[in-house]
Structure formats: C-alpha cells, structure tokens
C-alpha cells in the first residue's frame, strides 16, 4: 500500500512571495489533515478535510493561508503572502475515517522564507 | 495550544538500555497515541491505548495511561541505536476528534 506523498520536498521562498503544497493521501482514506511544525515543537493542526469538506481549520491563519481538497482526494496548501514566522515543516496525514484513529504522515515538505 | 506536555525533553541512552518518557495532558480524552519521528522525516504510528485500558504493549514498546493521573508513559526496552529520534505524544479530547500534539521528547541512543 502506498504512503502519503507530498511535494515538493523543500522549497525557499522570498517574505511576501506565494508558495503551495501538494498532498495524495493514502487510498480510501476519507480524512486529510495539514500540520505545521515549527522547529522544536509538535505537530499543530491546520485543517482537518472528511471527503472534500472541512471539518476544522480553527487554526489556519485564513488571511493567508489557504486549503482545499477537490473530489474528496488529492489535497493543496497555498500561503500567500508568506511570512518569515511561515518557516517551518508542513506534514499532510490521511486517516480512514477522522475519528482519532492512527493518522499516517507524509514525509513532509520543509519551507524557508527568507 | 497543545494538549499533552513530554518529559524529558531530551534523554541520552546507552544502547541495550531503556528508555522511559512521560506525557501529561489536561483534558479528558477518548484516546492517547504515541508516535516517532526521525530526524527529517514524517510521523510513525507506535502505539494507540483507549482510554479504559491501562497498558498496552507493542514488540518493545510498552504503554500505560493513568486516566485519573491524566499521564501515560511509554517504555523501549533493550534500546538500538534505531530508536534515536523524536517520540510524541497526542490526545483525542473527548470533546472532538481532533489531535493535539505534545513537544515530543528527543532520544538520543548512543553505540
């Protein structure tokens, strides 16, 4: 069975300028989730998608931040403008069925902004 | 904010020796997962206890949850130098399904 993939695996970026991410969670998997770790922490939920809608985003930063799951599969994070404070590693995770089952994650994608 | 609180923050083992670390949460919870992260990488699913179960084991891994106590600790027995990497801990509220993770606890197991 294949793993979460995510893409790119790195990327700088200048402050202000745009930057997306893009996650395939495992098959059949109806739950995606974006985290962000920052250096030296956990794992904080940004959003949580069952199927293509969203169950939870208290935590995504909405003015510049922006998620979306079309057809319930395949997953993109978009932040524009970025930040400096946005450096940090952005895991996506798929579960069965979002109700606090094991989570599986992807490798990461770790963003600079310069 | 994050739920669960790890401690120690960093520990340095001895290879064959265990490792012990401890997590501590605030609210109750549905169930308590710990997970390992090796440096540079995503997230690994060791372990999962309900929260009307008291231990649970996994190869030489051993979990136990304190509901009352509101901690659980998690145990690697006759440790590899495999095992270095960063372990987390993350709760289920009761209230959601949402996961709140801990500051994780480094392991460092030296040859």
């Known amino acids: 069975e294949a793993g979460v993939a995510q893409s790119p695996r790195y990327k700088i970026i200048e402050k202000r300028q745009s930057v997306a991410f893009w996650c395939n969670p495992i098959s059949g998997h109806a739950t995606l989730y974006w985290y962000q770790q920052i250096l030296g922490q956990g794992p904080k939920l940004l959003i949580q998608?069952?199927?293509?809608?969203?169950?939870?985003d208290s935590q995504l930063p909405k003015d510049r931040f922006s998620a979306e799951r079309l057809k319930g599969v395949d997953s993109t994070l978009k932040i524009q403008p970025a930040k400096l404070e946005d450096s940090a590693v952005y895991l996506c995770?798929?579960?069965?069925?979002?109700?606090?089952?094991?989570?599986?994650f992807g490798p990461g994608t770790r963003l600079l902004v310069l | 904010s994050q739920q669960g609180e790890e401690d120690p923050q960093a520990l340095s083992i001895q290879e064959g020796e265990n490792a012990t670390m401890n997590c501590s949460y605030k609210?109750?919870?549905?169930?308590l997962q710990w997970y390992r992260q090796n440096s540079g990488r995503g997230l690994v699913h060791l372990i999962l206890?309900?929260?009307?179960?008291r231990e649970k084991h996994s190869g030489r891994l051993r979990v136990t949850l304190d509901t009352s106590k509101k901690s659980s600790s998690l145990l690697i027995t006759a440790s590899r130098a495999a095992d270095t990497a960063s372990y987390f801990c993350a709760t289920d509220s009761s209230a959601g399904y949402k996961l709140s993770f801990g500051a994780g606890t480094t392991v460092t197991v030296r040859a």
């Open positions: 609210t109750s919870i549905n169930n």
């Open positions: 206890i309900r929260s009307n179960e």
């Open positions: 998608f069952q199927n293509n809608g969203v169950v939870d």
């Open positions: 995770a798929s579960s069965s069925d979002g109700r606090g089952e094991t989570q599986y």
